[in-house]
């Protein structure tokens, strides 16, 4: 199955808006912590050019790679943000608007992925 | 892909929990509003203040948010002329607690809508594990 591109790239994407939310979600816990600046993920398309070469594990005791979010796909700090008093830079607006647009693309890539699917099936059963 | 939305819960609910303790101590302060001392010479309520702190959780990589410290407010106690109290010195003025109970209340409102915005996070990252989940399902 992981030959058909179309499954690969909505693996990728449907991983890549999970980190985002997870982002999202430690700058909207953040937002009232004095000297926080919000970040956000690098774009969906450089993660696609960039491919990650994964270090392998011969013992348990070894460190595992690319387990933050950070490693696997690159943070970066939020752009245009307002600088509060505390030092702070997230905006709850933006974290919300963002939250809402990961929303909708995960939707759009579980309905793609569930049209493939449904094509499979209804070409094996024949 | 699910553990990058279980981070985003757990730092959520690490917000929704730091969140509640502002509450908790911004109503103590309310309350204590009024709270003077009974005897001439001792200090009224003193005012609570909550400050953040980000933690990095290790096992996750995930940033949570937990309270630092709860501390005093440094500022002086406000005079009250009523020399029938207690608490009053020579010149019948009464130290009241250095808490403004509008500025509780804006603090109050920020602390509620950081609430809401954690707890929105927390639903949505719900539904989106619903939705791959909902993948396993045959149409």
Known sequence: MNDLAVFRIGHDRAR???????VVASNVAN???PGYRA????PFGSVLNEARIEMQRSQALHLAPGQDIETRFGVAPREGGIEKHSGNTVSLETEMAVLGET???QSAVTAILGAFHRMLLSSSRG | MADDLKIAVASSVSSLRAQSTRMRVLSENLANAT???SVDGEDPYRRKIVSFKTELDRASGASLVRVQSISRDKSPFPLQHDPGHPAADQNGNVKVPNVNAL??????REASRSYEASLQVVKQAREMIGELVDLLRVK
């Not at chain 1, 890549?16 to 997870?22: D, N, Q």
């Not at chain 2, 500025?103 to 109050?108: H, I, R, S, T, Y």
């Open chain 2, 103 to 108: 500025v509780e209340l804006a603090d109050m």
């Open chain 2, 35 to 37: 709270s003077t001392a």
């Open chain 1, 16 to 22: 890549w808006l999970a980190a985002r939310v997870a």
């Open chain 1, 31 to 33: 937002a009232d912590t």
């Open chain 1, 39 to 42: 970040k956000d993920i690098s």
């Open chain 1, 103 to 105: 929303k909708g693309q």
